[in-house]
């Protein structure tokens, strides 16, 4: 009578419910080998962060002090540095060329929140008080970017550098210490430079320009300064 009131049997029941169980702890070994990797993943993403980290902090240490030195060079009697700021703060006003009180320490952030930082440039050109870069004479914002471009490259040096016109708002003076930097660090990388400024070219070891001639036709000259071959290519 109890089998009688079971119904109809399923005589499959018992390889469904087996095929079921190993469907179900396939499913629990895959969540087992993703969570597994998962955790693997954010192992590998802390460890590339901190890496990373260090990286820049070294790389700006270097580019800072590298930075300090260019601008003495490029504005005898001014100074510059740089520093990192967090997203959340504004500039700190600076008057009369003074250094800056010390700002108070922020809070720490969690460990596994990184601040978002930049890095901000200050700049205080020989007998004027610090002002926003905007501010700066066209002169001066070309050699503050060639401060902060030699500063990288002396923390990380390439092996070839292109300038396209970089210090065509430099006057005679200021071009004249533009090249001075690239002579001195000729020997690390090679200068690539697109001017049409003459002592430019005078300092250059090879030119290379574009000519045409009463035929009409354009021909790409190249010279070797210092009374060596001179090349010619038609273009």
């Known amino acids: 009578r109890r089998r009688e009131q079971l119904g109809p049997v399923n005589p499959l029941a018992k390889r469904e419910y087996e095929e079921a169980v190993e469907h179900v702890e396939e499913l629990e070994g895959q969540r087992r080998d993703l969570e597994a990797a998962l955790?693997?993943?954010e192992g590998l993403i802390k460890e590339t962060d901190r890496r990373i980290r260090e990286a820049f902090e070294e790389t700006f240490a270097a580019a800072a002090r590298n930075f300090e030195d260019v601008v003495e060079h490029l504005f005898p009697g001014g100074r510059g540095r740089l520093?990192?700021?967090?997203?959340?703060q504004t500039p700190r006003p600076v008057i009369g060329g003074e250094a800056p009180a010390a700002e108070p320490?922020?809070?720490e952030p969690p460990e596994d929140q990184e601040p978002e930082t930049g890095v901000e440039i200050e700049v205080t050109p020989p007998g004027k008080s610090t002002k926003r870069l905007s501010l700066l004479s066209g002169g001066e914002k070309s050699l503050v970017a060639l401060a902060f471009m030699f500063a990288v490259f002396l923390a990380r040096p390439c092996p070839f550098y292109i300038l396209d016109e970089v210090e065509a708002a430099?006057?005679?003076i200021n071009i004249d210490r533009f090249l001075d930097l690239v002579k001195r660090y000729s020997d690390r990388a090679q200068f690539?430079?697109?001017t049409h400024q003459k002592r430019t070219m005078d300092a250059a070891d090879t030119l290379y320009g574009v000519s045409m001639g009463g035929d009409g036709v354009s021909r790409v000259l190249s010279r070797r300064l210092g009374g060596r071959a001179v090349n010619e290519a038609a273009a």
């Open 170 to 172: 430099l006057d005679d």
């Open 83 to 88: 520093r990192l700021v967090r997203a959340d």
């Open 192 to 194: 690539i430079v697109v």
């Open 39 to 41: 955790a693997e993943l």
């Open 105 to 107: 320490e922020a809070g």
